[in-house]
């Protein structure tokens, strides 16, 4: 299978600070990454469509202003969270979707970043 | 809206018992149609996809899953768990009329298999 790394795997910064998380297709190209938020013992909660070249498209409820996301080539994508706040601290997971003619799209999972707010 | 239901959310097995995990979706058009796996402190593994063919799909270490239009079901099952089967498991759904390739997740259910 296809894979797809983050980094960092953990994270520990103070409030307000500002937080990178890359996430990166290692062996295919992806024009489309998806980045989720999972909550203890909780689902995937999709926050955002990351895609290359273009605005990043935003779930309901998501602030485009506080997570940040830049796809700027083809194999990395970008989540940064603004002046984090302890209610920022989960652990995120981003995707990235491999094209394989229309019916047979697959997404390829990272190993997830685990971010703690102080 | 899609959504994505997982009825069992703590199943606790012995080993050698079967096991079968409820996923019901809402959506009325092509599906494309997973299953995975999260062992602790690891990431999310692929167990096993249907996207068209037999609704009868095999997936990697005996798991299988049957889908089932008219129930709009995709429920996963094995024969027989080992402890090692020890995760979470989630039922995802995506759109198969598009290229979007998002994906929704129903809540997962934890599997705990005693040695």
């Known amino acids: 299978g296809a894979v797809v790394s983050q980094h960092p795997s953990r994270v520990i910064c103070k409030s307000g600070t500002s937080v990178k998380i890359e996430c990166r297709s290692l062996d295919f190209q992806a024009t489309t990454m998806f980045w989720y938020r999972q909550f203890p013992k909780k689902s995937l909660m999709l926050m955002a469509t990351?895609?290359?070249?273009?605005?990043?498209?935003?779930e309901q409820g998501v602030e485009k202003d506080k997570f940040l996301i830049n796809h700027a080539s083809l194999t990395l994508s970008t989540l940064t969270v603004t002046s984090a706040h302890p209610e920022d601290s989960s652990f995120y997971i981003c995707s990235a979707l491999r094209l394989a003619g229309g019916l047979y799209n697959e997404q390829f999972f990272g190993p997830g970043t685990r971010l703690t707010v102080l | 809206a899609q959504s994505v239901s997982q009825h069992n959310h703590h199943v606790i097995l012995s080993e050698a018992a079967s096991l079968e995990l409820g996923c019901n979706y809402s959506y009325g058009g092509t599906v494309n149609l997973f299953w995975y796996v999260q062992y602790p402190g690891q990431h999310l593994q692929l167990l096993l996809k249907y996207f068209s063919g037999d609704p009868l799909v095999k997936g990697i270490k005996g798991f299988e899953a049957e889908f089932i239009k008219s129930k709009f079901s995709f429920n996963l099952r094995k024969p027989s768990v080992q402890w090692s089967d020890t995760a979470e498991y989630f039922c995802?759904?995506?759109?198969?009329?598009?290229?979007?390739?998002?994906?929704?997740f129903g809540q997962g259910t934890t599997l705990q298999v005693k040695p």
């Open positions: 990351s895609n290359e070249g273009s605005k990043a498209t935003y």
């Open positions: 995802a759904v995506g759109e198969g009329s598009s290229n979007t390739g998002k994906l929704i």
